[in-house]
């Protein structure tokens, strides 16, 4: 899984001179500067399709986070304006282009490769009939795009209690159980499948994360590309230029033949930001 999803960041256009995809437990991106983005992985032996959205996901991020100019390093432009407009990226990735048939109809022979017993029989629509399956789930980052909002607003209830003196938070596990099944008709069967799944609440992203809630910018992202109109024409194998480049100036400020810098060597040493999750 780990060497298909490698490939498949590549053909996006993710430059590995200059960053490299890792496993961990939850996915994430950490862009230290554009010279040095490091995305992350998890795998699951009997899942294959999780591990394929994480990577167009935080390959999207990565693409961002590669695409500022070499004139913009260190400065305030080599930065997203916002939190939402970086997840537009990610999202535009993994939902509007990965989740289209003309994707799979470019890539469904590299899942056929790296899984030639596996996936020997599937066709272009019976990938597409799965990965746009609607199911309600116990975990927030395999949600489909119909149910997936209803976790985060999960969330920003929760964290808005919180805040308000409304909750304690001895009382999160049980109202979180509560509403999974008000909401979305799920009931964990532990805290690892409810509150505590998301492993970036210690780090106050969840509640409150540098003095704003953090998960409310998914769906504002994935709302802020929703009708773009290169995401009508999704990039078959070989094309993936056409989408990068017509979205890369937009996003970042820069213009295609300006985005990629002369010397892959990060200038005296790396520039921390704030990672990136699913």
Known sequence: QHTMCDALIAEM??????????KSAHPFTQGMNAQDVRLTN????????????S??????????????????YRTFLAQAPSMGLHESQSRLWENLVGRS????????????????EAAADLTVDQVYATVNRVEPSLIRVEADEVTYNLHILLRFELELGLLRGQLKVSELPGIWNDRMQQYLGVKPGNDSEGVLQDVFDHRCYFFSGAGSSFLPVVPAGSASISSA???????????RSHLDDSIRPIATGTTPSTTAPTSRRPPSGPRWRRSRTR
């Not at 256009?13 to 890792?22: H, M, N, P, Y």
């Not at 109109?229 to 094309?239: E, I, K, V, Y």
């Open 42 to 53: 998890r795998y699951f032996e009997d899942n294959v399709v999780s591990s394929i959205y």
């Open 101 to 116: 048939r003309a994707y799979w109809r470019g890539h469904l022979a590299t899942l056929k490769k790296y899984f030639p």
């Open 13 to 22: 256009g993710f430059d590995f001179e200059a960053g490299r995809q890792d």
């Open 229 to 239: 109109p290169t995401c009508n024409m999704p990039p078959h194998r070989g094309s």
């Open 55 to 72: 990577a167009l996901h935080e390959g999207g991020h990565g693409l961002y986070e590669q695409g500022y100019s070499a004139e913009s």
